[in-house]
């Protein structure tokens, strides 16, 4: 009999899988406070489940072509920057297509985006890489009037932006922490997770629930998400409660913390980087 040769797959396709996977786990996660998630569409009308997934699979082609130009420039530098500022916006343009016109992963575009090519050029200094390719300038990023650059305006939270730049505090200092001490106190790979996600809501100043539900949204999610966590977290019978509250309470203000969730996702690609070392 024949050996069946399978198709060896490359660094790039490796880490775009690891990006997509990292987005589908992070759309499934249930239940997450005013989300898409198994359960439903949380704060949103024009969203659900299906679309996320479909979404995620959609920027498949665009994670390996930003691991493939960081391979081929082999540093970070404003050429790398460039390439992937162009890449980034036609995957956004892909995703579009794919969504009928709805935004489902800008944020976890740029924060994906730049893992991934930080990942390909040196995955032991993912964060650090991807925080200097962030803070390089794109000549050809166009400026639109977007929810983050209306709200930096308004209130002077810098979002997106800042996060990377800064090497991803909500990720590096209380996500990944957070998931793996509810791991070590064995609260299931779930409970792990949402404890990830709510970690990260105590501080960060997500730009899509200040669009929405301005200061009082993001005092809310920051004061819910803490109250979860030291109830005893997600796995527990008190921290259910305080997740259910905390649902609630987003829900009624219309705020959906979609900038978490984008961190939450880029948590989970590097504990898989990690896993993958
Ligand atoms: C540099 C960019 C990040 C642009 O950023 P900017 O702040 O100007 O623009 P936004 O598009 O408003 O925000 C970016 C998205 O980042 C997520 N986010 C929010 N706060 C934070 C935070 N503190 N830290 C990290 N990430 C954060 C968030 O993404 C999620 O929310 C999206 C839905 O948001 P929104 O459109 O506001 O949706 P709704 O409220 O639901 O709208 P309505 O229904 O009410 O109409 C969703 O997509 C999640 O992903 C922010 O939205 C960067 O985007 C950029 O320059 N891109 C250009 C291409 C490029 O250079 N790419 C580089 C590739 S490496
Ligand atoms: N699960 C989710 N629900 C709503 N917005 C999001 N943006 C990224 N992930 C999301």
């Not at 106190?185 to 997770?193: K, V």
Request: proline share 4%; hydrophobic share 45%.
């Amino acid at each position: 009999m024949r050996a069946l040769k399978l198709h060896e797959l490359t660094l790039a396709e490796r880490l775009a899988d690891m990006a997509v996977d990292a987005l589908i786990d992070e759309a499934d996660l249930s239940p997450k406070p005013a989300l898409v998630d198994r359960r439903g569409n949380g704060a949103h009308h024009d969203l659900h489940l299906g679309l996320m997934h479909a979404s995620a699979l959609s920027l498949w082609p665009m994670f390996k072509e930003m691991a493939e130009a960081a391979i081929e420039w082999g540093e970070v530098g404003v050429p790398l920057r460039e390439a992937l500022g162009r890449i980034g916006r036609e995957g956004e343009q892909a995703m579009l297509v794919t969504t009928n016109g709805v935004n489902t992963h800008r944020g976890a575009i740029w924060a994906l985006g730049l893992l991934t090519a930080a990942a390909a050029l040196e995955p032991r200094a993912v964060t650090l890489n991807a925080a200097r390719l962030a803070l390089l300038n794109d000549r050809y990023a166009p400026q639109p009037m977007s929810h983050g650059a209306q709200v930096a305006q308004r209130y002077g939270a810098r979002g997106a932006r800042e996060e990377a730049q800064l090497g991803f505090p909500s990720v590096v200092q209380r996500g990944l922490p957070q998931l793996y001490k509810s791991r070590q106190q064995n609260a299931g790979e779930q409970n792990a997770r949402l404890d990830a996600l709510l970690a990260i809501m105590t501080e960060l100043a997500d730009t899509c629930v200040l669009y929405r539900a301005g200061p009082e949204g993001i005092s809310t999610m920051q004061r819910g998400a803490r109250a979860v966590l030291d109830a005893g977290g997600s796995a527990t019978l008190a921290g259910r409660r305080q997740l259910h509250e905390l649902d609630q309470h987003l829900l009624a203000l219309n705020a959906s913390p979609g900038g978490a969730a984008d961190l939450l996702a880029a948590c989970l690609f590097i504990d898989r980087l990690d896993g993958a070392l």
